[in-house]
């Protein structure tokens, strides 16, 4: 997304997110289950409105604590798609439950999120789609492949040029340690 490193330094709501958050290494299990939700209610639509309704949406989904999504029900679905504050999407609000109760599961079975992340780490990007496509729902090429340079797993976040790539170096990320494998 090396465009990126043209249009958000600077933004108001591009900026904060590129500058502190795009691309840094995440192994925080509510953080991780966060960026992968905002990746799929980005899908079909801009990033500049996903940072607009975040605020909106870490409240509505309960700071995106993955355990607390998981119990969700239709109820908590309806209370969803009545709220004009998040994207209001029923595939993606669906998609965004069955993935906490996935994440639950693999946090029961590997320790946490991250872990798994890590232990299926490297892979490049098909072989990390076919996983997530295989785990999760709502996971198609784009919203795996941003969650994963988004969260300092795959190379391409910034461009060597960006004051952020420096930083971001200096944090050790997942895709400089090894070469991927399908």
């Not at 904060?16 to 639509?45: K, M, N, S, W």
């Not at 908590?76 to 709220?83: A, G, K, P, T, V």
């Not at 910034?158 to 170096?169: G, T, V, Y």
């Amino acid at each position: 997304m090396n465009w990126y490193c043209d249009i958000a330094p600077g933004h108001p709501v591009h900026g904060p997110y590129h500058d502190t958050e795009y691309g840094v290494p995440v192994d925080d299990d509510r953080a991780l289950f966060e960026r992968l939700c905002l990746e799929i209610f980005q899908a079909g639509l801009s990033w500049l409105i996903v940072l607009k309704k975040r605020p909106a949406l870490v409240a509505a989904f309960d700071a995106f604590d993955p355990a607390r999504v998981a119990q969700y029900d239709e109820n908590d679905i309806e209370r969803l798609m009545s709220d004009a504050g998040i994207i209001r999407n029923r595939r993606k609000i669906a998609a965004v439950i069955g993935n906490a109760r996935k994440v639950v599961e693999i946090c029961e079975s590997e320790g946490s999120f991250a872990a798994w992340i890590q232990r299926h780490h490297p892979r490049d990007k098909a072989a990390w789609v076919k996983l997530f496509r295989q785990t999760f729902a709502f996971t198609g090429g784009e919203v795996v492949g941003e969650f994963l340079m988004s969260i300092g797993v795959l190379p391409g976040a910034h461009r060597p040029d960006c004051p952020a790539f420096a930083r971001i170096l200096d944090l050790d990320p997942l895709w400089r340690k090894s070469e991927p494998t399908s």
